[in-house]
């Protein structure tokens, strides 16, 4: 009896899910300097309406928490259990690679031998990528946020192939997803461009191209609103500007500097942005928070300018190549020029390996025809770059292992007063205080010197405009004992997170914990 399409899906669904929770149980990988820094300490403070504290984990303070709330149950619920967190999380890859597989079918969609080789290649390819491989099951969101990415892509591209699926309600509700996703993290922002600007570019197969791409803007904005109103209202109420603290050069809010603040230490500069990615042959090459031994990136860029000059091929390509190159052109540009990071670059990954996979199947099913030498050398040419690609977990420097008896193991001191006032020298710190608090102290918290590099040039972002002021209100009126939580940066700024800071009165130490070796605790000697 032959399954039904329905079993046939449910079974792989399954099985992507099984690999999912297997590698992230297995590999416990993670961005500890995150989750240290606000992936712990935000949705602790949203539940627990922590407005007054002064900016404990710098810019990253006023990130939307409801991305982070599954894990922080998770975390509440299975402490003792890490491996269980992990796989758990590692889930979400499961959902991932089954979305993934279901839109590299339509590129490959015959029922041959070669065309499932291509389906099962592509996967491999698209699940091994160092900015893939390391974060499933980690606490960045990033794989959550490709979920997003890549199902509404698959939509989109499955009813732009088929115009008598289209309905105006199926594209409002593609963007809502879009919108959703891009409330919760800023990082989907290329890709609903991409996703738009796709749309636009193949009007000429929507039935009512009009009343389509406004019911994907419309939805969007929806989507959007339903995930972060709520935030936006309350940063307008707190800090007069909704996107805080994006965008203060437009609003002007007292609490930051007016300017529009953006992450772009790594983005190409005018000067090098045609040349850039072919940079990242260079071994290692910085375009993360990480070294990494990947070369899917610069391979994936030549492949696009390629591509790029044979637009009469591409023209007479099929319908599904179009679309998926459509994608890929627009979703690495979009990416290129906002972030250039790596770590938001799962859905690039994983679009690389389509044409990667597409290209060595051919040149294996090819051998058999023409200049044997020449084909043969082709073909191993294909083979040996999929094999550096396979092999990336194994080869590129992996993210940090969390090895610990526990997901979150932070000291609670003995000497720890009841209540006190809980001052942050340098980050990430923050996330000592959901701990703290779990053992019923009292306490508020404000930063000092957290010498974010990101934007002008190390400063104190707690210490500008009124959250300078609000700090000084809550020194003057202190009572209560301080405690210090302090952690020194590797290089020349360690010797200015504590420059003048009088430690007299105090029996400083080490902080044990599984998250970051160089914390300090000080604790009052009376």
């Not at 940090?400 to 008896?405: F, L, P, S, V």
Request: aromatic fraction near 18%; glycine fraction near 6%.
């Amino acid at each position: 009896m032959r399954m039904t399409r329905t079993v046939k899906n449910g079974l792989l669904l399954l099985f992507c899910l099984i690999v999912g929770a297997a590698i992230g149980a297995a590999g416990r990988f993670d961005f500890l300097w995150d989750f240290l820094n606000y992936h712990f300490h935000n949705p602790w403070a949203f539940l627990n309406e922590r407005a007054d504290d002064v900016a404990p984990a710098s810019v990253n303070t006023f990130f939307d928490p409801l991305p982070d709330l599954p894990l922080w149950f998770l975390i509440k619920r299975f402490n003792d259990f890490p491996a269980l967190v992990y796989g758990i999380q590692g889930l979400w890859f499961g959902v991932l690679l089954f979305v993934f597989i279901k839109f590299s079918r339509l590129a490959f969609s015959g029922n041959t031998a070669a065309d499932y080789a291509k389906t099962v290649l592509a996967a491999a390819l698209a699940a091994t990528g160092q900015a893939t491989f390391f974060q499933i099951g980690a606490s960045t969101n990033e794989i959550q946020m490709a979920v997003f990415v890549t199902t509404a892509f698959y939509f989109s591209a499955k009813w732009i192939l088929n115009p008598d699926l289209q309905d105006w309600k199926k594209f409002a509700f593609l963007g809502v997803f879009f919108g959703f996703g891009l409330g919760m993290k800023p990082t989907v922002l290329p890709y609903c461009a991409a996703s738009g600007l796709v749309l636009i570019m193949f009007r000429g197969r929507l039935k009512n191209p009009a009343a389509f791409v406004a019911a994907y803007f419309f939805g969007g904005l929806a989507g959007y609103l339903l995930s972060n109103g709520w935030l936006m209202l309350k940063n307008w109420n707190l800090y007069q500007n909704p996107f805080f603290p994006f965008l203060n050069g437009v609003f002007k809010s007292g609490w930051f500097d007016a300017f529009n603040y953006a992450d772009g230490r790594y983005r190409p500069t005018a000067e090098n942005f045609w040349y850039y990615p072919l940079s990242w042959f260079k071994r290692p090459y910085r375009i993360a928070e990480t070294l990494y031994y990947d070369y899917r990136f610069p391979v994936f860029y030549i492949l696009l300018l390629l591509s790029a000059f044979k637009v009469k091929s591409l023209k007479t390509a099929p319908d599904c190549w179009r679309v998926y190159w459509a994608f890929a052109l627009t979703s690495l540009t979009a990416w290129y020029f906002m972030f250039c990071i790596l770590r938001y670059a799962v859905v690039l990954e994983m679009l690389a390996a389509i044409p990667v996979a597409a290209a060595t199947i051919n040149a294996v099913v090819r051998l058999q025809n023409g200049n044997v030498a020449v084909r043969a050398a082709v073909c191993c040419f294909w083979i040996v770059l999929c094999g550096v690609f396979l092999t990336t977990p194994v080869h590129s420097f992996p993210w940090d292992k969390n090895r610990a008896a526990k997901y979150v193991d932070i000291e609670i001191p003995a000497e720890l007063p009841e209540k006190f006032l809980l001052k942050l020298y340098g980050f990430p710190t923050a996330g000592v205080a959901p701990v703290w608090a779990a053992s019923g102290r009292d306490f508020k918290i404000a930063a000092y010197r957290q010498l974010n590099a990101v934007y002008m040039a190390g400063s104190d972002f707690a210490d500008r405009g009124l959250f300078r002021k609000k700090r000084d209100a809550i020194e003057r009126e202190n009572t209560l004992p301080v405690v210090i939580v302090y952690r020194l940066p590797a290089g020349k700024n360690a010797a200015k997170v504590l420059d003048g800071v009088d430690l007299s009165g105090f029996s400083c130490r080490e902080l044990e914990n599984n998250l970051d070796p160089l914390l300090n605790v000080c604790l009052p000697e009376k």
